[in-house]
């Protein structure tokens, strides 16, 4: 009796969701999934709309891609993806970045705004941003980072982009040669006060993940910021210095309230 009761129970869900209407904040409804006006908006206002298209012809179009998304994903659900745990892994890694960005946003939102005299101070502090804000044209080599420690050496100590080539082509390393622009305004200022002061063709090396990049300057344009937009990019960039320092601060003291419990040979170094 009470297994017939279970499967008159399911039957009873799955007609409700196959007689569910699209009607209200429901904008549409996939195999009995809701897509709620909220977030076909958050996906609209995060498109690139072409030149031309109609708000309601964008509106369309990304509803459309919503629910080949949300498609696809039921499907992998039925494939049992979902209980892998590869997923499981990744899921848990983005929901927690997501939860620290969202937290870090709203730290800059309620941030303080700066003074007048804390703006002009940061503006003389980061010339790279605002006065003596450039643009810089770059030759590059990328390739993958060696795990040779003698040829690392000689990569570093190579003081030209051709010496660069020459001992990757030696080492049989395979590389892309490429042209890039750099505008000094997003360089880390610790970065950009090395930057700087290299000799004009002196190589630099910025590794990416298990890839690296070899860039050289080839010119450098003025660009410097507008009085009307200085003011706005200094605010942000505080703001976000500001969030950033206060999310740290909050780690810190999370990890000294924290119980952590370590398997042995896992624990970090005794300092």
């Not at 000799?199 to 990416?208: C, T």
Request: with cysteine; hydrophobic share 40%; charged share 25%.
């Amino acid at each position: 009796m009470r297994s017939k009761f279970i499967v008159a129970a399911a039957v009873a869900l799955t007609v409700t969701a196959c007689n569910k209407k699209a009607e209200g904040q429901t904008v549409a409804i996939v195999n009995g999934e809701e897509i709620t006006a909220a977030e076909l908006n958050a996906d609209l206002a995060g498109a690139k709309i072409p030149t031309g298209m109609t708000k309601e012809q964008a509106r369309s179009r990304i509803l459309q891609t919503i629910i080949d998304r949300r498609l696809l994903a039921q499907q992998a659900k039925k494939d049992g993806i979902d209980k892998s745990p590869e997923y499981l892994n990744r899921q848990r890694k983005l929901n927690e970045d997501l939860l620290i960005n969202m937290m870090a946003s709203r730290q800059i939102d309620t941030a303080q705004l700066p003074s007048n005299q804390e703006i002009q101070k940061f503006e003389a502090s980061r010339p790279e941003m605002f006065e003596k804000r450039e643009q810089w044209e770059l030759d590059q080599l990328r390739f993958e980072l060696p795990t040779d420690a003698g040829v690392k050496a000689k990569i570093a100590a190579a003081d030209t982009l051709e010496g660069v080539a020459k001992v990757l082509t030696d080492a049989n390393i395979t590389f892309n040669r490429q042209k890039n622009r750099l505008d000094t305004a997003i360089i880390p200022h610790d970065l950009y006060g090395r930057l700087a002061t290299m000799k004009p063709g002196e190589p630099f090396m910025v590794p990416v993940g298990n890839l690296a990049v070899v860039s050289v300057v080839t010119s450098r344009q003025p660009n410097p910021t507008s009085a009307e937009q200085a003011r706005p990019v200094a605010v942000a960039a505080m703001r976000r210095t500001q969030a950033t320092k206060l999310v740290q601060d909050r780690l810190k003291a999370l990890r000294q309230q924290a119980k952590i419990d370590y398997k042995p040979g896992f624990a970090p170094p005794k300092q």
